[in-house]
């Protein structure tokens, strides 16, 4: 433990102190700078990056479209958070919190913009009448765990993955704080998959939404703290996240927008149609065009 810190009587920012991702977190919203965004021919025109919120969109755009609804093609724009993309003047009209994912539903009327991963989850599902049961209390229990998982999974990834993973230097308290409440949730979740098989019913956006960070925790593709958290203690939650895992369209939405990991072949930076899947991951791309 260091020192202990005394706050000052009125905070000013230290971005030097911010750790891996200062550079994009400030104490202010608005753009930063003049940028349209590119528009495709789809309906649906995201604009993401694939972060655990921004796979839950893209594998639910997938499922769609392996369910048959044809309206479900969309866009796929790469968000480089990294370069400050997200503060541009119109990411920031479609999502005034200037947060991946964004999206743009040009499939009525008036183009309507979306954005929170759990409300575009929501908005997606009520337009195709898919992913969500009708049953009226299992409806209701599936907007629970959709809600529990946004509530929840900042404590996850801004609280114990920061503090584990991101860090400028480990602290002993925080990573005890919130490691101690990782578990508690993987837990709450372990109980409720001990006698279901889902969240509500059968697979919907509640399980696309949680398995989006918990899942992909305990398959140890989030802050190399698999171990250290000893995922493989919920076995509830690691066979249902492996039953979901291999779902084709959970394949293809975790490849969208991503430019991370030593696995070129899972990495398709942008998404314009369902051939790209094929022809445009970075593993087929030449040297000089990636």
Do not use: C
Not at 124 to 151: H, I, N, V, Y
Not at 170 to 183: A, D, L
Not at 209 to 230: E, H, K, P
């Amino acid at each position: 433990m260091t020192d202990s810190y005394t706050p000052p009587e009125v905070w000013t920012n230290d971005a030097e102190n911010g750790g891996k991702f200062a550079s994009i977190n400030r104490p202010v919203a608005g753009p930063t700078h003049d940028k349209n965004l590119p528009v495709g021919k789809h309906p649906f025109q995201l604009y993401s990056l694939a972060t655990p919120n921004g796979v839950k969109v893209t594998v639910l755009l997938e499922e769609l479209l392996a369910a048959g609804h044809k309206g479900a093609e969309y866009d796929a724009w790469l968000i480089n958070i990294s370069d400050g993309d997200q503060f541009g003047s119109g990411f920031v009209d479609v999502n005034p919190n200037s947060k991946i994912p964004a999206l743009m539903d040009h499939s009525g009327a008036t183009p309507q913009r979306v954005f929170e991963s759990g409300a575009i989850l929501l908005h997606l599902a009520e337009k195709f009448g898919a992913f969500m049961p009708t049953d009226p209390a299992q409806r209701t229990e599936a907007l629970s765990w959709l809600f529990w998982q946004m509530g929840s999974a900042p404590y996850l990834g801004g609280g114990f993955g920061h503090f584990y993973a991101y860090a400028p230097e480990k602290f002993e308290y925080p990573i005890n704080r919130f490691t101690m409440e990782t578990k508690r949730q993987l837990d709450v979740l372990d109980r409720h998959l001990a006698e279901n098989d889902y969240f509500a019913g059968d697979y919907s956006i509640a399980d696309i939404a949680i398995w989006s960070w918990y899942g992909q925790l305990v398959l140890g593709r989030l802050y190399n703290a698999a171990t250290f958290l000893d995922v493989a203690s919920y076995k509830n939650v690691m066979r249902w996240a492996k039953a979901i895992d291999v779902r084709p369209a959970v394949t293809r939405g975790r490849m969208v927008n991503r430019t991370f990991g030593d696995d070129l072949s899972m990495q398709l930076h942008e998404r314009h149609e369902s051939s790209d899947f094929e022809t445009n991951t970075q593993d087929k791309i030449a040297p000089d065009n990636t």
